[in-house]
Structures are given as structure tokens and as C-alpha cells.
């Protein structure tokens, strides 16, 4: 029953699904849902975890099986959605540069891939363990590849939108978050129990206020893509959002990947 739970876990999980639904409303009312599709869904998805979670624990015990298998297959749903909300970030970002975003969208798949790769092998005797892997890899996947963004646009000046960036920041906050969880805290420092729980949901809460306060103004007209511009257009345009050096290497990718289309 969720009234066994401590009084400092039921007010943060209660605070963390008021503000979930306040941020969706305005997300739907503003009508980012638009500029962020995936990230809509993912609080979708999130919401419906928690009115699942209170139906199942009110009807089962804790240590209900059925309810571990249920709880932890709704963890899956969140943490792909959450995924896919990342790699919307990612183009949000890297989307104008057709070269870039060719090989940004190459590895975002193979880590994919990986993922549920390896949930499939460890899972394959084991529900619960195939659910632990793919939540582990999506959100290691996550995590590196939000700050390997962050880490190449300030190395090369990219312009990122205040919105747009605090999204990604909380993503990949989230996504450390959950692996200090399942990996250094529940594995290899032996750490369960609540307190953990309420630091995590405590993060979470953090992270929604933040989103909260992103998502209040709409996301700046994107400019064309740069393949779309002729090398003139783009040093009169573009610059300094795009420097000499992304512009060669954005060049590059790009034909490299048209070298690698089928020829008609």
C-alpha cells in the first residue's frame, strides 16, 4: 500500500507528478509539442507510470511479483521515450547541419542497436535483468551523448538556444541520476532503500522546474539547412553561428555520406 511508504517519498513523488502534469499543460497549451514531440511524449509516457504505479501498489503488496514485473516494464516505456527526447535535442541542434547530423544520427543508432542487444542476451533467461541492461545502456547512451553535444558545440561555438540546451541538460541529469542508482549506488556500494529514492525524485523535481521555466517561450525559427546554402550564402548568413572549421568539416561528412547513397 503506498501509505506504508515514508512521508518525505510520497511528497516528492506527489510534487514530482503535479509538476509533470503542469509542465505537459504547458507544453500542449503554448503548443511546444511541436518543437518537441518526442519530449511530449516522454512526459506522456511518464505520467502514465505514475497512475499505473498507484493502481498497482494500492492493489498489490510491494513484493508482489506481478507487481515488480509490471513496475520495471513501465520503467522500459520512460527510459526509450527518454531516449528518443535526447535525440530530438541532438537534432534540434545538429538538424541544419546535414553532414554532422548524418553521423550524430549513425551513432545515436548503433548505440541503439547496442542496447537492445544486449538487453535481449542478458534478458534472455531473465525478464528482470534484460530490463535493468537496456535501462543501464539507454541511459549511459543518454547521458555520454548529451554531454559529447555540449562538449562539441562549445568546442566549435555552436549556437544553442537557452530552451533547447536546459532540456538536454535535464535529460542527461536524469540519466546520471538513475545510473548512480542501478549501478555505483544498488551494485557496487550495496546502497537500497529510501533515501536514495528521495534523492533521485528530489533530482527529478529540480529537473521539472527547470523545464518548466525552458519551455516558456517558443523555439526560434531554425535557420535553412546548410546544404541548402551555397558557400557564399553560408559565410554571409551563418557566421559566427557557424565557424570556418564546422563549415569544412559539416562539408566533408556531407559528402561522405552522399558518396555512401546508392546510385541510381
Request: proline share 3%.
Amino acid at each position: 500500500m503506498l501509505w506504508q511508504l515514508p512521508l518525505a517519498t510520497l511528497v516528492l513523488w506527489g510534487s514530482a507528478t503535479l509538476l509533470t502534469l503542469a509542465l505537459l499543460s504547458q507544453v500542449v497549451t503554448l503548443g511546444q509539442y511541436r518543437n518537441y514531440p518526442f519530449f511530449a511524449l516522454y512526459l506522456v509516457i511518464n505520467s502514465l507510470q505514475t497512475i499505473v504505479g498507484i493502481f498497482l501498489y494500492q492493489g498489490y503488496s510491494f513484493n508482489s511479483h506481478y507487481a515488480f514485473v509490471v513496475a520495471w516494464t513501465t520503467q522500459a516505456f520512460v527510459v526509450i521515450a527518454r531516449a528518443l527526447a535526447a535525440a530530438e535535442v541532438c537534432h534540434a541542434i545538429l538538424g541544419r547541419y546535414k553532414g554532422i547530423w548524418g553521423l550524430a544520427a549513425r551513432v545515436l543508432s548503433v548505440c541503439a542497436l547496442i542496447s537492445i542487444g544486449l538487453s535481449l542476451y542478458f534478458g534472455r533467461h531473465n525478464y528482470h535483468i534484460g530490463t535493468v541492461t537496456l535501462e543501464i545502456a539507454l541511459e549511459a547512451c543518454i547521458s555520454t551523448g548529451i554531454a559529447g553535444l555540449f562538449l562539441f558545440t562549445r568546442y566549435y561555438e555552436l549556437h544553442v538556444d537557452k530552451g533547447v540546451g536546459l532540456v538536454g541538460l535535464g535529460l542527461g541529469l536524469l540519466s546520471c541520476a538513475r545510473i548512480l542508482n542501478d549501478v555505483v549506488f544498488a551494485r557496487f556500494l550495496g546502497m537500497t532503500g529510501t533515501k536514495w529514492n528521495e534523492i533521485a525524485s528530489l533530482t527529478f523535481v529540480a529537473v521539472l522546474v527547470v523545464w518548466i521555466w525552458a519551455v516558456r517561450h517558443p523555439v526560434p525559427a531554425a535557420l535553412p539547412a546548410v546544404g541548402q546554402l551555397s558557400s557564399g550564402q553560408i559565410y554571409a548568413d551563418m557566421i559566427p553561428a557557424m565557424n570556418q572549421r564546422l563549415a569544412e568539416l559539416n562539408d566533408q561528412l556531407t559528402r561522405l555520406w552522399r558518396l555512401e547513397q546508392p546510385k541510381s
